[in-house]
């Protein structure tokens, strides 16, 4: 595949990390822990939201464990250990949303620890959309307008809100587009290549992220490419802490073409634009009831979503579900029972593997992956089809950490039901997950 | 539903409330939670989730457990979390696996120094709607004086709670406020609303007024004078307890008593504004619903009105509502207010978490040190 210039220069935003933003004149930084947060309200302030998603494997974890034990997610520590490094020198403020008792306790944590940063906390409601849940919501959203005009000392306009609104619908509309290119010929853009075109969003003002999506659209739809024997997964559960670029490429060199996920889902909340109209709060609002995405962190009986993750499986044409959840992120975990059940139920097959933002080696998600992967392609060759269940459940990492936790993850990684049928501990064949010719 | 709060609303439709985190820790006291835990965990619950879930997904998903019984269906679940995030899961899974219909309130977390009115409104109208919920499943009509009632009822246990509490600021304390409070979170969470709360109550607040008189506590000696953080080691309740009391150390607060309600700072139901008091209560009046950093006001309150020695924080894996911080608040303690903390770490519910040896050895440490100090500072 040729390489695309505006994945390069979304890879080297990333490779830059939050520091350039740190440093902009026109718009001091304000930092967004995922998952949704509503960026137009910032961006109206005359701010730069960016995206507080941890650190990746580029901090050593040198003061943080002494806040937060061995048992909390990555993301919440070394977001922290940033801070605690003074990594976040510059960064006006920081919000947090409710998502999860450890992001909940990170706000108070930061509040006490950076004192003259802006921290903020938004309760983003838990329930069905009605009138009075809107009422709420819009005036969660006025609240924190209020915070900023203090902390600012100037008008945050409602006029301003909508043209944010106006602007942010761009890049979102492009993230669309090509989530759903990859959808329909996933071998003409990679997800390798997609996670990067994303994320940089998360560093970015959102018209110089559109330029990038719009060049890598352009550069992707004149792409020639050829279809691989691959399957088609949907992944699931990594809507906060994101898995680190190698274990996406580990994914798709084992045999998976990606058709949906949940990378930087706060960023592409939206299923439509969020409509221009009079009264852009009450927009944002409302559309961050009726048209957010069905995730972990919410709950929605209007939406459930198990029944979502059926339906967006069905909708790809994808064969199997990867549940990806973060390393002790509770909202994912919890969700995963709910989620397996519903697959079992389906006959959609599904693999658990839990990452960790910091992971660097990834030989043993990889022979997970393409064992899977090649169990899957057999039974399509043998007709089988999308039948079986209980794929076992595999754990990319344990960090068994410094404050005396004994290491309890004892998950079964033998596929279960799919050994009696074929009568090994996997496939029947080992193949290499590498080009092969098209399927019909 | 969750113990402690709201649970005035169905006692006025004379439903009788199951509370599943009570079946967690009851199963967990028993040293019954092991074998539910790791059946929850063959369904896939993951090591690192909530063991309080777990186990209760273990009994009442499966067969319940042996000598206890299984809890028959309930006709309703009410959600009304107030800080915890993983609750919303649990039930959801209670009412997904049962196939029972779920009211969820929302209540949203306390951002500033109070709620705000659209946090108030938010969760009256809230309120409005589990009434009405009621009404349809007992085919009541609602009736306000009722509620009234059984909020006057609940208020007056709630000054017995405040009078047992306030107890403890004598030398010695009469009883501990910590592994003591925890039997009376029983009546006030539970029974709260009923005339058995308030009976309990006076019985109590005798009974610790003429400890008080004798000059007589819990044990023996009191000598150390501590405030607890975090829920307690169920399954291993009794030998974590005496841990301390071999040192004659004796809880004079705690902040896991208040989980269902702050009742020591004043706070009390009112049968004139019944609703209104309710969402104040679940808004506000609660340890869960406070930030961290309300929760650091409340300990430093503890300490100083209470007269401790100490701060001990037992940080349990599973509750990260409790846990995810904790550090931060020994810095905060040891460092920066000068109160000898300790930390040590297990599980409310798991006991593969529990080392005894270790815990040994850290609380005497712990307790040989401020000793030391005192000796020292006698000299
Ligand atoms: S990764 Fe999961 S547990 Fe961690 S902060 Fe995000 S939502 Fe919370
Ligand atoms: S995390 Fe804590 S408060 Fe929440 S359900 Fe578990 S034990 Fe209860």
Redesign the interface.
Known sequence: METSPAVEQARAVLAAGLAPALKRSDAPAFGCFPVYSPFELYRAAGLLPVGLMGAGGTVDIVHADARFQSFVCSIAKSSLELGLQKRLAGMEGEVFHSICDFARNLASVFRRNFPTMHIEYIHLPQNAPGPEIEDYLVSEFRRVMAGLEQRLGRRVEDAAVGAAIREYNRPRRLMRELYAMRAKEPERISSSELFPLVRCGTLLPPDEHARILEAAKGEFAARKARRMDRVKVVVEGAFCELPPQGLIETLEGAGCYLVDDDFCAGWRWFSTDVPEGPDPVRQLARAWLERGRATSTRYNPDKPRHKDLVRRVREHGAQAVLFMPAKFCEPALFDYVVYRRELEKENIPHLLVEFEEKMWTFERTRGEVETFVESLLFDVRMGIGMGGTGWGTHSGTWTSGDTGWRNTELQCTRPRARRCRTGTTGSPRRRRAAPRPPTS | MISGNCVEILRAFDIEPAFPEVNALQLAIRKQSLPLILKAEE????????AY?KADAGFTFGEGAPGVGKIPKPSLIVCNFV????Y???F??CA?FLNVP?T?L?V??V?GDRP????V??VV??LKKLISDCEKLTGKKFDIDRLREICRLSAKAEDGWQRCKDLCKNTPAPMDAYFDAINLMGPINVLRGTQDAVDFFDVAVKEYEGLVKDKKGPIPQEKFRMVVEGPPPYPFYRQFRDLFASWGAVAVQSTYSTVGGIWEFGFRHDPKNPLESIAQQMLMENLCNR???DR?KQIRRYVEDWKADALVIH?V?SC??F??????MR??FANELGVPTLLV?SDLEDP??Y?QA?MKNRIDAFFESLEHRRLMRRA
Not at chain 2, 43 to 50: K, R
Not at chain 2, 83 to 86: A, M, R, T
Not at chain 2, 116 to 119: F, S
């Open positions: 369904m896939g619950y993951s090591s690192d989730n909530c879930v800080g915890c995030n993983v919303i899961k649990w959801e899974h997904e779920l969820m929302d949203p977390f951002r705000t009115d659209g946090d409104r938010y109208a809230q930030s961290l950093l650091y940080s894996k990260r509502l846990s995810a911080g904790q550090g931060d810095d905060y770490e593969r978490y080392a270790m």
